[in-house]
């Protein structure tokens, strides 16, 4: 059974930082590699980070220079390093891989960014 459990998020201050984990069990990130995806409020789910199971990793042009995805293929741990704080980064943040085909998805962390 595929479980990913997200945390690390909170309330900061706009400018400040959060690193949020996503601890993965049943599955694993150096094989199927790992994405992070957030949700804001009013917009769809869309794709903040990736890396591949190789450690390739992918940004999409909006979020490249704040975000940094890496792995840590030992704990089976994936990280999601976030700097310069913005209120419209405020959502919930969640991790997903997949394997055959199938996704799986966290629940997800609340990021609350006040300006």
């Known amino acids: 059974q595929v479980q990913l459990v997200e945390s690390g998020g909170g309330l900061v201050q706009a400018g400040g930082s959060l690193r949020l984990s996503c601890a993965a069990s049943?599955?694993?990130?150096?094989?199927?590699?790992m994405n992070w995806y957030r949700q804001t409020p009013g917009n769809q789910r869309e794709l903040v980070a990736a890396?591949?199971?190789?450690?390739?990793?992918n940004y999409p042009d909006s979020m490249k220079g704040r975000f940094t995805i890496s792995a840590d293929n030992v704990k089976n741990t994936a990280y999601l390093q976030m700097n310069t704080l913005k209120p419209e980064d405020t959502g919930v943040y969640y991790c997903?891989?997949?394997?055959?085909?199938?996704?799986?998805w966290g629940q997800g962390t609340q990021v609350t960014v006040s300006s």
């Open positions: 890396i591949t199971g190789g450690g390739t990793t």
């Open positions: 997903q891989t997949s394997r055959n085909w199938t996704p799986y």
């Open positions: 049943g599955i694993q990130f150096s094989i199927n590699g």
